[in-house]
């Protein structure tokens, strides 16, 4: 399904600030350039994008190491060589036939905390506006809770919850202003945001005396059945129900992902994730993010390439899913 307003002539180098369509690849050296995610155009100008990545560099709501606010620019640098071929094991360039951009970053004011909330979802009412489907890098993973009140007004609530994780992130919080990356989805249940019936854990691997309703595939559930098993009972919990999906990379086995506030031993393989996220392209995304990266704790970059895979594949997923709902 090529475009009409695709390219013909290669940009070489760039791309993320010459190319002129919002299709198509640009020829890049993976070692220079502008550091947009994926070489995708620098642009707050939406019209006609179907996915717009963006960063929201918050670790304030931290409750270990810190470190996250730096994640989306160390995703966006690991991403430079998977603009570099037709990505595996999908065999197409999903540029071809999926508009996406780089708007940049949320601007908040780190030094009025109470403030950040209303920052973050004015930022995604501001993209889910234009029609398109966010996917967001973090930062830490409160900023999934703003993510989620602005899907909830355009889409409506209650929504399903595809949640990638070592930790529930369901303990009590009564407090409406704190801000508190292990709190977000017990804020979120309460609120009626999410539906915890319809909605899936994956990976979880700390212990809370109340899930809250969540369904639950925990890491040994996940090592003992395998990816497929893992794909089967995540569709069959969300069904057709509109889902936002958040990965936090700490659902990752510190082995594949150091970089990152909270690691716990224990967690899912790089193949492992990787392999659940491609078979999503039943699921009803209508939003999606990628969080915690801490680049300070990283090794040779291996969590932000990770993630970058991972952001990637989601990609590739929305691609296919939109060529299927043109057919």
Not at 59 to 79: K, Q
Not at 116 to 139: K, P, Y
Not at 227 to 237: D, L, N, T, Y
Request: proline residues 6%.
């Amino acid at each position: 399904m090529t475009q009409p307003n695709q390219p013909k002539d290669p940009v070489y180098g760039d791309g993320a600030i010459r190319r002129t369509s919002l299709y198509g690849s640009s020829i890049e050296n993976t070692y220079a350039g502008v550091l947009s995610f994926m070489r995708r155009n620098y642009t707050r100008d939406l019209t006609g994008a179907d996915v717009v990545i963006s960063g929201v560099p918050l670790d304030l709501a931290t409750t270990f190491r810190p470190g996250a606010r730096l994640g989306p620019a160390a995703i966006r640098a690991a991403s430079v060589q998977l603009a570099e071929l037709k990505p595996y094991p999908w065999g197409f360039d999903p540029f071809d036939d999926l508009a996406v951009v780089d708007y940049g970053d949320c601007w908040f004011d780190a030094h009025h905390p109470h403030t950040i909330m209303n920052s973050i979802v004015e930022h995604a009412r501001t993209i889910l506006a234009s029609g398109a489907t966010m996917l967001t890098f973090g930062g830490d993973h409160y900023i999934t809770y703003p993510l989620l009140k602005a899907h909830v007004e355009q889409y409506g609530a209650p929504l399903s919850l595809i949640h990638f994780d070592a930790h529930c992130d369901t303990w009590p919080d009564d407090s409406p202003d704190s801000l508190n990356h292990g709190t977000m989805f017990y804020k979120a249940i309460q609120e009626g945001l999410i539906d915890p019936k319809r909605s899936v854990q994956i990976g979880i691997r700390t212990w809370n005396d109340d899930f809250m309703g969540m369904n639950v595939l925990d890491a040994q559930w996940v090592h003992s059945n395998g990816p497929q098993a893992v794909v089967k009972k995540v569709k069959e919990i969300v069904g057709e129900h509109q889902t936002y999906l958040t990965f936090d990379i700490d659902c990752l086995d510190p082995a594949f992902a150091p970089g990152t506030g909270t690691p716990v031993a224990g967690g899912l393989s790089s193949a492992q994730a990787l392999e659940i996220i491609r078979g999503m392209e039943q699921v009803n995304l209508i939003g999606m993010d990628v969080v915690e990266v801490s680049p300070s704790y990283d090794q040779s970059e291996i969590t932000a390439i990770a993630a970058a895979h991972i952001a990637q594949d989601l990609l590739c997923v929305m691609r296919n899913k939109k060529v299927a709902s043109a057919v």
